[in-house]
Every structure is written in structure tokens, then in C-alpha cells.
């Protein structure tokens, strides 16, 4: 065999093993969060929709709807970790150029990881998860044989109605948009057009939904830290507020447990018992005050407040900087490439500590923009319960997470939160080209954060200094209920 032909023989056999490689490790990373999902659904799903005591084709679909599930809250999940991932790649590579053992950690395995997930977001938005909501409402088609197979059937023809319906939508405003020759020929193309316009759309719409619930998450959170973390003494005699509490408790106990009312007064057993479970909590969560440390009680809650303080403060301070960086170079707006170019200059100008700091502003948004989504009033009956969380509830979820998740991308790079270029189609989206749109968007989240931040802040020294001096104790005043003329 000649040197040429040996070489390139070594290049190919070299290319081969280089791409089993980059399969076996995206193999074993979905398998790994794919494992993870299906404990966290587990914990929460309803047992009796699983049993097979009263009908076994009812179970078999819906465990086949659940494992659709399960591989959608993955791909959430590797979504929301794709970032960091490659951001992290990106320094270790500079740290440790010429390591034999990170060889494997290279740009064509990043590349193939944004591709995947891009590709298992749209199969699982357009496909699985309407697929696995038909499936488990469907009873198969009238006159037919009942079983599995009826039901995937009546599933499939629902499914294609859908999916003319949506792309006719599609092809409709796609036509009242763009109404020149070469928007007219893009219409006919679908894979190059229609589901890369669809998941724009989507995206749009998930970026929107971050938008919204991220500021109101992050005064959640500060909410959610007050209640969760023991608050410090300040001008507090936490041992006679807990008499206090103790001796009205035994009170409303003995008049209960009497069962007698007063010659002037009706008892009220359900008002009583009302305040006797509102004094048992008031109780438990004194005595939970006292028997903090002075370490968990001064220091811990502090220290919450002022980390959460500070990273929505960084945010801010970021958005704002990239606001001035929009109005005077076009290099801050969000674009897309198809090379990722690791290992040679860090996303961050104060190189692995600023990356470490993109990188926990990434998983700070996503949790606020989590919490703000829970806690709005329009999606808090999707709120799971543990071991009681209906099928279609567990799809309405995932269905959540995975647009939360998908667009936390273009969440963090239309902000300017990282310097990483979106990788693969991610970087396709028609709005991200439009100045206006990414200016405004900035603006508004810099706008809403702040807002609520400093409402929240200043209701929250208000009403620790009152409670501080007591004056939570005043009585307020009682409006007149009759007019100054009449007599009494």
C-alpha cells in the first residue's frame, strides 16, 4: 500500500472512531438524564393510573405515554444543562490544552449535542407529546376492534388533522409576512422552512413566557427564602411571644373542648378551630426560631438574602451593559454559527471566573424563571403533587418545561448573560436578526427585574422594621359605620 493511500486510510479509521466516540458519550449522557427523569415522574405520578387492576390496556397506554414523558423531561433537562456544558468545555480546553485524557471534550462533540437536542425539542413538541396526549384520551375509532392498535390508529389520524391544520396556519401567515417570490418558493420547502419557522415561533413564544416569569420568580424567591430560612433577632423577645402564643392556644383548646357558650357570646366551633390551627402554626414556627443557633439564625439568613441579592443585581448590571453594547456595536447581537471554536479564547473578559459566574446566572434565571412560572396564577394548577399528579397533568409539564428549557439559549445570549455563540439551527431563528425586537426585550427585562426587585426589597425592610418596634401590633383604624347625622 503506498504512504498516500496509508494515510489517508489512518485519517478515515481516525474519523470512524472519533464519531463512535462522539455517539458512545451522547449515548450515555441522555441514558444518564433519561435514568434521572424517570425517578423524578415516578415520584410524582399517580400510582392508580399505572395498576392494572381494572383494566390492563388502560395501564399499558398510559406507561407508553409515560415513558414519551420521561424522554421529553430529558431533553428539558439536557437543554437546560447544554449551555453551561459547553461553556465549561470551552475553559477546561484552555486550562488543559494538550491533555491526553480530555481529547474526547472537542467541537464536534458540542456541535453534535446542540444538533441533538435542537432535534429531540422539535420531535418532541410536534410529535411525542400531542401524540402521547391523543393517545391516552383516544378508545379507537367506532365499529372497531378494541386494543392497542385501535387506539394508535385513531391517535395517527387526529395527529396528521393537526398537523395540516397547523401547517396550513403556517403556510398563511408565512404567505401575509413575506409576499415576494422567494418567500412564495420557501413555502413549498418543509423541512428547510416550515419546522425551522414553527420552532421560531415556539421559541418566540418561550423566550416571551422567560421574560415574564423570571422577574416575577425572582421576587418569589426572595419570598420562598423568607419562609424557608430562620430570620435574625432584631428588638425581638422571641420567649414571650412564644408564652403568649402557647397561653392562647391552651385558651381556644379549653373552649373548645368545653363546648359551652357564654350567656352573651354564640361559640363558633369552625371560627375556633380555625384560630387554633393558625396559633398551632404561629407556635411551631416560634419555636422553630428558637431553637435556631445563633450561626443558622445571623448568619444563614443573611448570607441567602445578600447571594440572591447580588445575582439579580449581576443580571441587571449585565442586561444594562448590553443594552449600551446594542445601541453601539452590531457584534453584541445574538447570531448563530456552525463552527464551535473551543479551547481558544475564553466567552468572558475575566476568563474561568467569569465563565463560572455565566454559568450560575444561567441556573439562577432558569430556577426563577421555574418558580415565577409555578407561582403565576395562569399555571398554578400545574403544579405537581407528590404521588398524585394526573397522566395529562405530567404532559401539560413537560410540555412547559421543554419550552422554558429550549429557549434558555436564546434567553441567556439575547441578553448578553454569555458571549457563546448559538450553535446549529439554534442560531436560525428569523427574529433574532431584528434589532427592535432584541433591544425591547432587553429593556424590558432589565425594566421588570428591577421593578420588582426594588419593590420587593423595600416591602421587605418595611415590614421587618415594624415588626422590629412593634407597631405591627397597632390597631388600625375602624371606619364609621353610620353617618354623622344619625342618631344612635
Known amino acids: 500500500m503506498a504512504p498516500v493511500e496509508h494515510d489517508a486510510l489512518a485519517v478515515r479509521e481516525q474519523l470512524f472512531h472519533e464519531r463512535v466516540r462522539e455517539c458512545i458519550i451522547c449515548a ?21 393510573d399505572f395498576a392494572a387492576v381494572h383494566d390492563d390496556e388502560d395501564a399499558a397506554v398510559n406507561r407508553i405515554a409515560l415513558g414519551m414523558c420521561t ?49 429531540f425539542s422539535n420531535t418532541s413538541l410536534v410529535f411525542l407529546m ?8 383516544s378508545e379507537g375509532f367506532a365499529g372497531s376492534k378494541k386494543g392497542i392498535m385501535a387506539r394508535v390508529y385513531e391517535t395517527s389520524v387526529v395527529l396528521l388533522l393537526l398537523t395540516l391544520l397547523v401547517l396550513g396556519m403556517v403556510w398563511v401567515a408565512s404567505a401575509i409576512v413575506g409576499n415576494n417570490a422567494a418567500s412564495r418558493q420557501s413555502l413549498y420547502d418543509l423541512w428547510e422552512y416550515y419546522l425551522p419557522y414553527l420552532y421560531s415561533c415556539i421559541s418566540l413564544f418561550g423566550v416571551l413566557l422567560l421574560l415574564l416569569c423570571t422577574p416575577f420568580g425572582l421576587s418569589t424567591m426572595f419570598t420562598v427564602t423568607g419562609k424557608l430560612l430562620v430570620k435574625p433577632r432584631l428588638l425581638e423577645d422571641l ?18 373542648a368545653s363546648g359551652k357558650a357564654s350567656c352573651w357570646l354564640n361559640l363558633n366551633v369552625g371560627l375556633l378551630r380555625e384560630q387554633l390551627l ?25 448570607l441567602a438574602m445578600l447571594g440572591l441579592l447580588a445575582l439579580t443585581g449581576i443580571s441587571v448590571l449585565i442586561v444594562c451593559f448590553h443594552v449600551l453594547e446594542l445601541l453601539l456595536d452590531d457584534a453584541a447581537m445574538p447570531r448563530g454559527i456552525q463552527d464551535a471554536p473551543l479551547g481558544q479564547v475564553s466567552f468572558s473578559i475575566f476568563g474561568t471566573f467569569g465563565a463560572a459566574l455565566q454559568v450560575i ?20 394548577r400545574l403544579l405537581p403533587e407528590r404521588q398524585d399528579t394526573p397522566l395529562t397533568k405530567i404532559i401539560g409539564n413537560c410540555v412547559s418545561l421543554l419550552v422554558l428549557s429550549s429557549a434558555l439559549p436564546v434567553f441567556s445570549r439575547t441578553l448578553g448573560i454569555t458571549r457563546f455563540d448559538l450553535l446549529g439551527d439554534f442560531g436560525r431563528f428569523n427574529w433574532l436578526g431584528n434589532f427592535y425586537i432584541v433591544f425591547l426585550y432587553n429593556m424590558g ?44
Open 130 to 137: 400531542p401524540f402521547a396526549y391523543f393517545f391516552t384520551e
Open 361 to 380: 446566572l444561567i441556573f439562577y434565571l432558569m430556577l426563577s424563571s421555574v418558580v415565577g412560572f409555578y407561582s403565576s396564577p395562569l399555571f398554578t
Open 71 to 119: 424522554f421529553t423531561l430529558a431533553v428539558a433537562l439536557g437543554a437546560v444543562l447544554l449551555l453551561p456544558f459547553s461553556i465549561i468545555s470551552n475553559e477546561v480546553l484552555l486550562s488543559f490544552p494538550h491533555n491526553y485524557y480530555i481529547q474526547w471534550l472537542n467541537g464536534s462533540l458540542i456541535h453534535g449535542l446542540w444538533n441533538l437536542v435542537f432535534l
Open 28 to 48: 450515555l449522557l441522555f441514558a444518564s438524564l433519561y435514568i434521572l427523569c424517570h425517578f423524578i415522574i415516578t415520584h410524582f405520578k399517580k400510582q392508580t
Open 278 to 302: 393558625a396559633l398551632q402554626s404561629k407556635r411551631r414556627k416560634l419555636e422553630r426560631r428558637h431553637r435556631a443557633s445563633p450561626w443558622q439564625r445571623n448568619l444563614g439568613y443573611p
Open 445 to 488: 427585562f432589565a425594566a421588570l427585574t428591577t421593578l420588582c426587585l426594588v419593590k420587593k426589597v423595600t416591602w421587605a425592610v418595611q415590614e421587618e422594621l415594624l415588626r422590629a418596634f412593634g407597631l405591627h401590633k397597632l390597631p388600625l383604624p375602624v371606619p364609621r359605620s353610620r353617618p354623622l347625622g344619625e342618631r344612635c
Open 239 to 256: 420567649d414571650e411571644q412564644l408564652s403568649c402564643t402557647r397561653f392562647e392556644e391552651a385558651a381556644v383548646s379549653r373552649r373548645i
